[in-house]
């Protein structure tokens, strides 16, 4: 075949064919070809450079020479213009004529895949639900923010955004109206935030905020966008006909006051999220130092409880619980107790959120079920007759796979009647998953256990689940204890919880009693069980033996 035959049919297989001399000027060019660049007039005479992306001419000029040195065709990717101006991507080849001095330089349209190239690369880097940079992106951005701001002489904060609540949202109404508002979250904080802050989503319900801060006092500029953050966030959000209400967390890093890396910055940042979230959420917390030693605190603490769940150093003590109208022992709930060595009892509240984050709830809970069944056992036949003992369920022991095995086992074990065992479960435990929640209630109670609701009343608002799940027994939180009779709303709170109570065949235990006061009153109410300071402190085993068996009848 003939190179002028050849070229003929190039022309009609390709988007772009010319041919070229040894200085680049265009000798025969293709009908296609002038079309494709949009040219008004024809091609011939003018110099191939004309119609190449400057910055792409460095890459002809090498596969052109190679395709002189070895004869062979060369592939390369350029831009080819067209009206001068507006730049296509093209896939090409070149390749020298045989025996001549000429070239035969060939392009196929490749738009689309550099579309596809730029689209993977915009995946890669920004977040696809929301299209905002992702965290490949975010120490990019905050290290441009730190140059802009030692360039403009400003400051530059970081702010780490977590919602509250969101996986509440995926559970109940599932994935699709999670992304709903996540798009709707991110939608409103870049209407609230500056056009040259950076907004980024970096995980599942987490964004990051990164602002410029000008003015010598630089917290106070932080604030207020942290403040119409919060109250952006609280409006409600319209979601697949739902009124969805969250909150959001903020923590807060400054640029050299907090750290002068991304590293350091996001380091910080996050830790005063965490600390935001564990002061009650719905909050902003700027960085402090001593959130780094609390940390810290509580990584020695978790090393120690480790140790002492080795040793043996955790223990339960027992609170009774009396009848209102008699004054008879009833039960006793177990609490359970850290006596490490060198501290004496560490608090509760101190241990307890750190065994649940850790996961070490899930040993001690298991411990603390047979230990409370066995001990019950011993003092019914010491005498005790009707006497029950209620355990505290965490939220990450009830949902473990297997709790009610882990129940009718401990009972088992020690063998304690099912009758004698209460389990007491928050609200939001029960509600976390209401369905699967109802199954493991309906298999408790089928075999014999008792279920009370600890806090009552201080967590939904909806008390449809009373009447939805098996349980027997409601406890009046300690909050509204406190101050009945004299504030007219808890005497009103008490006895609304005592009536809804009676109506739907349930005791109540009141809990938290300390002065006669509180005593008198809800015994004239009818409550039926009563706990506190006032009627027994919590107590040792061999203590509670010693004071509270012999005053039976």
């Known amino acids: 075949m003939s190179d002028q035959t050849s070229f003929n049919l190039l022309s009609f297989l390709t988007d772009f064919a010319v041919r070229l001399d040894a200085h680049g000027v265009i000798l025969q060019a293709s009908e ?34 190679m395709a002189a040195l070895i004869g062979e065709k060369q592939p390369f990717v350029c831009r080819l213009l067209r009206q001068h101006a507006l730049h296509v991507w093209v896939d090409c080849h070149i390749y020298r004529l045989q025996g001549q001095d000429e070239y ?18 915009m995946l890669s880097t920004h977040d696809p639900l929301t299209q905002l940079p992702g965290r490949l992106l975010l120490d990019d951005r905050i290290r441009m923010g730190i140059n802009n701001a030692v360039r403009e002489k400003q400051g530059l904060a970081l702010m780490l955004l977590d919602m509250d609540g969101f996986k509440k949202v995926n559970e109940t109404l599932g994935h699709q109206a999670g992304d709903k508002l996540i798009k709707a979250i991110a939608q409103r904080m870049q209407g609230v935030i500056r056009r040259n802050d950076t907004l980024a989503r970096i995980g599942g319900d987490e964004f990051a905020l990164i602002m410029s801060v000008t003015g010598d006092d630089r917290k106070k500029g932080v604030e207020i966008i942290a403040k119409k953050l919060l109250a952006m966030a609280q409006r409600p959000f319209q979601i697949d006909g739902n009124d969805l209400y969250i909150s959001v967390s903020i923590g807060i890093a400054i640029y050299l006051e907090h750290g002068d890396d991304p590293a350091a910055l996001l380091r910080h940042a996050e830790i005063a999220m965490y600390n935001a979230k564990e002061q009650g959420r719905n909050r902003w917390e700027l960085y402090d130092p001593r959130f780094d ?52 009892l560490v608090s509760p509240g101190k241990f307890i959120p750190l065994a649940e984050s850790s996961g070490m709830i899930e040993i001690l809970g298991s411990w603390a079920l047979r230990m409370a069944c066995h001990q019950a056992k011993l003092w019914q036949e010491a005498g005790v007759l009707d006497f029950y003992v209620s355990v505290n369920v965490s939220p990450s022991q009830f949902r473990k796979p297997g709790f009610a095995d882990l129940v009718k086992n401990a009972l088992d074990e020690s063998g304690l009647a099912h009758s004698s065992l209460m389990l007491e479960i928050t609200e939001g435990v029960l509600m976390n998953n209401p369905e699967k929640s109802n199954a493991i209630l309906s298999g408790l109670r089928d075999a014999g256990v008792k279920i009370a609701i600890d806090d009552f009343g201080t967590g939904y608002s909806s008390l449809s689940y009373l009447k939805k799940f098996p349980l027997s027994v409601l406890k009046i939180d300690k909050s509204f204890v406190d101050d009945v009779p004299k504030c007219a709303e808890d005497v009103a709170i008490v006895s609304a919880v005592l009536n809804l109570a009676a109506g739907l065949g349930l005791k109540v235990v009141a809990e938290g009693v300390e002065v006669e006061g509180q005593l008198e009153f809800l015994k004239a109410k009818g409550c039926d069980l009563v706990q506190g300071f006032l009627t027994g402190k919590p107590m040792n085993a061999a203590t509670f033996r010693e004071k509270c068996i012999p005053c039976l009848p």
């Not at 008004?40 to 992306?53: D, H, K, N, R, Y």
């Not at 035969?104 to 579309?115: G, N, Q």
């Open 104 to 121: 035969v330089f060939i392009a196929f349209d490749a738009s689309h895949w550099k579309a596809s190239e730029a689209k993977l690369a």
């Open 293 to 344: 030693a609390s940390k810290k605190g509580n990584l020695s603490l978790e090393a120690a409880m480790h140790e002492g769940i080795q040793n043996g150093e955790f223990l339960l003590h027992y609170q009774p619980v009396f009848c209102m109208q008699t004054g008879v022992l009833k039960g006793a709930e177990a609490l359970m107790r850290w006596d490490r060595p060198g501290y004496g």
């Open 32 to 65: 296609l070809s002038r079309t494709f660049l949009k040219y008004p007039a024809s091609l011939t005479g003018e110099q191939i450079s004309v119609f190449i992306q400057p910055e792409d001419m460095a890459a002809f000029l090498e596969a052109k020479e």
